[in-house]
């Protein structure tokens, strides 16, 4: 099997009479397949988003995405950011990205944001505890520059069906909040480990019930509360 690197073939398959005594690779990949965006960005009108409309719309949707995904961005701008209501701006959906602490890939990520017209570069650098801070931009950039009832938050590796979201928060009435989503009840703070929470943080043994990270939608007031809670530094 000489010729291969892990980057060549992440899985491998024998089948037949054979005896494997044991398998090894001579060197590790120096990097995600997305830090090679040149692979990956398709310089396609057809990919490109129109510009934010000055009209109403039924929905924003704000995509997080870490600044070296350029693979899971093109996979959204190919699939699901294709479906006619975003197409015909009933429907408006951005990416909202942090920088990277290698400049060459920032360099790209400014060059694809300028292309595409669909990404919002945050001023902070991107790590997993800031991830807060993303969902807060989405909650700023859809009230300060876009008029819509609701706001959905979900991840770059989620497929939103867009025509079964606008008929879900359309059955709902216009004149309460709305939080929809998967909704965790009585979950513990963690004390440990990747998703740790500090008793500064959260002092309480329960959180308030909280919808799952990779997709939930609230209504236009609850971001307008988040927003200028956090713009008084009074946001908990």
Known sequence: MQGFTLEDATGLAIKGDVDVHSVYATSLPTSHSSFSPDRVLEMSENWRSPPLPESTVDLFIGIISASNHFAERMAVRKTWMQSSQIKSSNVVARFFVALNLRNEVNTMLKKEAEYFQDIVILPFMDRYELVVLKTIAICDYAVHNLTT???????DDTFIRVDVVLKEIKRVSQEKPLYMGNLNLLHRPLRHGKWAVSFEEWPGYIYPPYANGPGYIISRDI?????SQHANQRLR
């Open 149 to 155: 009832p609701y706001i959905m938050k979900c991840d």
């Open 223 to 227: 971001a307008k509360f988040i927003d």
